[in-house]
């Protein structure tokens, strides 16, 4: 298994709170990004990292920011969480070439609830 | 067409059957195509790449038709470990880090 840990594995917050999930890899790959999968959408992509300190938006950004001060951290903050935020969101790191032809591997996931 | 369409199933089988998903896709770009499986309350895992007309793997068939824009999975002798969910995963045409996940068929395998 690839070595993605993701923390917290579960947390519960309350609207209006900042929360901020953090991904660790031992793989030193170059791509990193955020998911989240709901009910009826699948997998839809938040952020992603190219790199130390490049990351750009991806399909559903808004309200959420990241920050990728070393390869193998990549955090996901929620400045101020909305119950639309519930979701279970997932890390995933990708090799060091172009994305076609590399596959990505996720980490175990966080399940966020926000009440 | 939707950017990448699986059908939802489920998908009811009994042991041993074969069983076959496909998925379509709107990109007539994408070179490559994955399948995952995912677990309930699991991540997603790397089933099988797909770069060419198609890959073997055991029990596993995975075959891309470009003409007609979709690729589809194949799972003979179905066993009971094999109920999960599969999504369907294209890159799509834009900017790295763009993967387009299909919404994923439930397979289950009964005795």
């Known amino acids: 298994d690839a070595g993605i840990t993701q923390s917290p594995r579960h947390k519960v917050t309350e609207t209006g709170t900042p929360v901020t999930l953090r991904c660790h890899q031992t793989?030193?790959?170059?791509?990193m990004y955020w998911y989240r999968q709901d009910p009826g959408h699948g997998l839809r992509l938040i952020h992603y990292s190219y790199g130390v300190k490049d990351t750009d938006k991806g399909e559903v950004s808004d309200g959420y920011s990241v920050s990728r001060s070393k390869t193998e951290d990549f955090l996901l903050t929620l400045e101020s969480a909305t119950s639309s935020q519930t979701s279970v969101y997932f890390c995933?790191?990708?090799?060091?070439?172009?994305?076609?032809?590399?596959?990505?591997?996720f980490g175990e996931g966080s399940w966020l609830t926000v009440v | 067409r939707k950017e990448v369409e699986q059908d939802p199933g489920p998908f009811n089988v009994p042991e041993g059957a074969t069983v076959a998903f496909n998925c379509t896709y709107s990109n007539s770009a994408s070179q490559s195509f994955f399948w995952y499986r995912q677990d309930c309350r699991k991540e997603p895992k790397l089933l099988m790449s797909?770069?060419?007309s198609g890959n073997e793997d055991g029990r596993f068939t995975a075959q891309l038709n470009r003409a007609s824009q979709y690729i589809s999975l194949l799972i003979r002798d179905s066993k009971l470990s094999d109920s999960a969910t599969y999504l369907c995963v294209v890159p799509s045409g834009g900017s790295q880090g763009n993967l387009i996940f299909g919404k994923g068929t439930k397979l289950s395998v009964k005795p």
């Open positions: 797909v770069y060419s």
């Open positions: 793989e030193n790959h170059r791509y």
């Open positions: 995933a790191i990708s090799g060091p070439g172009s994305l076609s032809g590399n596959t990505i591997y």
